[in-house]
């Protein structure tokens, strides 16, 4: 265990630091994970940039945004539950913390990689847990569902500046959002830095990360040993299920209740897309496309409706913007009218296609 306080240089460029470095110079990383468990009720907090690191930002004066987010990881026909929960998380919590330190500084790509990653790994719990004891990271669920919210908050600012504001308005009207929109964006990136140093997360990443070294103890020995593939049917299912039960009667359900179908749907997408090696041939192709498609109309869905909340929440603030905040309001309810013409239709598509694990 090491502390390191002072200042990181490079050049005439310097930036104060207080690091404590936890090395493993022999046993089993599960037990590194436990007594770093030990002290995150401290004010401390988890971060992906060591110092090093911190010394070739310095140099160089930018942040590695280079982080990509797998949809798919190389499972092979062989893959135990403990092995796939394993891959999965681990690679997800390295997404996390590599896109965090550019995050904190203001990348708007680091913002949706991270917010990805917690959805990601969000479903990944969801998916495996049938598999481990009942209430069993249930904590870590709770953290993660709070940390997609903030993360969230400053993502809707940013697709409201690159997106959203293109698509309705331009000129002089947009450049008023546009500022306005920068305010919000700092204040919720203000929080989120803040947020992020809370110790619940700190401690949720390292018990993920212990789980990651220790699977059985988590699905106990014969489950973590078993084949995933055994398994993923069963998983899949319990998630395709979820999604039809709240998209009965798609034609007539509100917009929190087409919020709720957008987010299951994205939850097997996720899912599917996770142990997607395991399976191959030309149904999963047909109802990975068919997933997609319905998807993107969702997420047109969401953006107008976020366009209306947010130019709500902007006109309370600023009366002046009354009269261009409703017309953006006005095209984004328009907006949202089409999509729910075209919706029951992709449903059926949707729905009616068996799904390739039930074949």
Known sequence: MTLSRGSVQAGEQAEAVCALDLTLLRGKARDLYAFAQTLSDLPIWLTGETLPMRGVRLALGQYDEDVTVQSALPFAGDMTVGKGWSQSVRAFLTVFLAAQPAAEHGSVDAVHEMRVAVRRLRTILKAFRPLFPKGALANEMSVFQQTGQFLGNVRDWDVFQTEILLAYVSGDIASEFVQLAGEKRVSALAEMRQRLTDPSITSTLLSLGQSTEDPAALFGAETADALLEDHAPVLLDRMARKVQHRGHHIGHLSDRQLHDVRKSLKG??????????????????????????????????????????????????????????????????????????KLPKRWKVFSKDVPFWCQ
């Open 268 to 341: 097997l997408r996720y899912s599917i897309e996770s142990i997607l090696p395991l399976y191959k041939g030309s149904r999963v192709e047909t109802y990975m496309g068919h997933c997609k498609d319905l998807q993107d109309l969702f997420g047109r869905f969401n953006d107008a409706a976020t366009a209306e909340a947010l130019v709500r929440q902007a006109i309370k603030e600023r009366p002046d913007l009354a009269e261009a905040g409703d017309a953006i309001v006005h095209m984004a309810h328009r907006e949202r009218k089409k999509i729910l013409k």
